[in-house]
């Protein structure tokens, strides 16, 4: 499978190639282009630090957390790494902005997308989102562990449906090795952390 997995990747690597070298000059420079996983890899083909049960169709970093890549005009200059938490969402407000679009002028419509282009003029730019969520409907390949993960810059709270919870802090733990709620009490800086994500979680499953 492993074998299979990689070569599919060559060849979508190969393709993406074949089109961008498809358009001429003046179009490539007229073009942005924006490159994103939706899920990471599935179990069967996982590498360290990623485990069979902490990939695709999983809520676990292993399985959301995935490359976002943006090239062309509207990146001042390349090769620079943003290090923010962003959400599949923000295409929608980023696509919009570079098009010339202000997504304030949208009435009437609840926009929960941010307009990532601030980043690409300041890799440095204060963070323009406090959280992100992730959802996991139950299915054939969810692992059986369907619920929701939301998470601030630091830390992230796992909801699982059945009720239960785990809660990592991904700046000293990033692959998820040690859940926060299966130890001793939470220190403050946690605590307000879960306290916060919880609220947070709970207000957008009562929203209208």
């Given at each position: 499978?492993?074998?299979?997995?990689?070569?599919?990747i060559?060849?979508?690597?190969?393709?993406?190639?074949?089109l961008?070298?498809?358009?001429?000059?003046?179009?490539?420079?007229?073009?942005?282009?924006?490159?994103?996983?939706?899920?990471?890899?599935?179990?069967p083909?996982?590498?360290?630090?990623?485990?069979?049960?902490?990939?695709?169709?999983?809520?676990?970093?292993?399985?959301?957390?995935?490359?976002?890549?943006?090239?062309?005009?509207?990146?001042?200059?390349?090769?620079?790494?943003?290090?923010?938490?962003?959400?599949?969402?923000d295409v929608?407000?980023?696509?919009?902005?570079?098009?010339?679009?202000?997504?304030?002028?949208?009435?009437?419509?609840?926009i929960?997308?941010?307009?990532?282009?601030?980043?690409?003029?300041?890799?440095?730019?204060?963070?323009?989102?406090?959280?992100?969520?992730?959802?996991?409907?139950?299915?054939?390949?969810?692992?059986?562990?369907?619920?929701?993960?939301?998470r601030?810059?630091?830390?992230?709270?796992?909801?699982?449906?059945?009720?239960?919870?785990?809660?990592?802090?991904?700046?000293?733990?990033?692959?998820?090795?040690?859940?926060?709620?299966?130890?001793?009490?939470?220190?403050?800086?946690?605590?307000?952390?879960?306290?916060?994500?919880?609220?947070?979680?709970?207000?957008?499953?009562?929203?209208?």
């Open positions: 499978k492993a074998t299979c997995y990689r070569a599919a060559e060849a979508m690597d190969s393709e993406i190639s074949r961008l070298a498809s358009m001429d000059a003046d179009t490539r420079l007229n073009t942005n282009i924006i490159y994103l996983g939706d899920n990471g890899s599935p179990g083909v996982a590498q360290d630090p990623v485990t069979s049960t902490r990939a695709k169709g999983t809520m676990y970093e292993g399985g959301i957390h995935v490359p976002f890549v943006v090239h062309g005009p509207a990146v001042v200059e390349g090769g620079r790494f943003v290090d923010a938490i962003i959400d599949v969402t929608f407000a980023t696509v919009l902005t570079l098009a010339g679009v202000d997504v304030a002028d949208l009435d009437g419509i609840t929960d997308s941010v307009s990532l282009v601030p980043y690409l003029a300041d890799p440095a730019q204060a963070p323009l989102r406090e959280w992100t969520l992730s959802e996991l409907y139950a299915s054939a390949s969810s692992n059986d562990k369907p619920g929701r993960a939301i601030d810059v630091r830390f992230k709270l796992i909801v699982f449906l059945d009720g239960r919870e785990e809660f990592y802090d991904l700046l000293a733990d990033p692959w998820e090795a040690t859940d926060l709620l299966a130890g001793e009490a939470l220190d403050t800086g946690a605590q307000a952390a879960y306290d916060t994500l919880s609220a947070t979680l709970e207000g957008l499953l009562a929203a209208p």
